[in-house]
């Protein structure tokens, strides 16, 4: 297979991980057919941080604070956060996340970064979820990155529930999708004297 120039190769590698920030070292490989080392050495001549840089500078931007619950209650590390818009997370399936038998990711360590990331991106003091549609498509293993991205779409004439769009990838992959249907006490705090739906916990 003829080899792509070099040029060419560095502005497809640039714009590989200027779409996903999220690609590491081995799936760009797969991508660009060529090897580590390459990729590792077109990464440095471009300037571009590996995966672990790239991950904390984008966590340091400024993006909006979680206001619905501490942050070290967020399963996975938030990289971008727009309150009552869209938010990103990762997390790192480890050793303590699968069946030891399997390398399989336990489905309720997935489900825990989705639901966590779903509340986290409510602009609102108390944010709890009330349902959640969710569909497993393929399992997790061990040492594979979970990308989650939330997307918040407002359930009309509903004032105190929205709801958040969700989906997992592992590189390109899809692995997780959820819908969720989250409470927030906003809609509730502007009927002063309450309507039924305050007290419903």
């Known amino acids: 297979m003829e080899r792509m120039p070099k040029r060419q190769r560095h502005q497809l590698l640039a714009r590989l991980i200027d779409e996903n920030p999220f690609m590491t070292d081995r799936e760009l490989t797969r991508h660009l057919k060529i090897s580590i080392q390459t990729i590792r050495l077109d990464r440095m001549e471009l300037g571009i941080p590996e995966l672990r840089e790239r991950m904390k500078l984008m966590a340091e931007r400024s993006y909006d604070s979680v206001r619905s619950l501490p942050l070290h209650e967020v399963i996975g590390d938030i990289v971008d956060l727009q309150l009552d818009k869209s938010g990103i997370s990762i997390f790192e399936i480890r050793d303590e996340h699968v069946f030891s038998r399997t390398g399989i990711a336990r489905g309720h360590h997935v489900f825990a970064q989705a639901n966590s990331l779903a509340v986290a991106i409510i602009d609102d003091k ?43 990838y592992v590189g390109d992959e899809m692995v997780f999708q959820g819908n969720f249907v989250i409470y927030r006490s906003a809609g509730d705090a502007e009927n002063e004297g309450g309507d039924g739906h305050a007290d419903r916990h």
Not at 138 to 151: F, N, Q, S, W
Not at 153 to 162: A, F, L
């Open 126 to 168: 108390i944010a709890l979820t009330v349902t959640a549609d969710i569909r497993f498509i393929r399992p997790v293993k061990l040492g594979e990155k979970c990308i989650a991205k939330a997307y918040v779409r407002s359930i009309s004439g509903e004032r105190n529930k929205s709801k958040v769009e969700l989906f997992t």
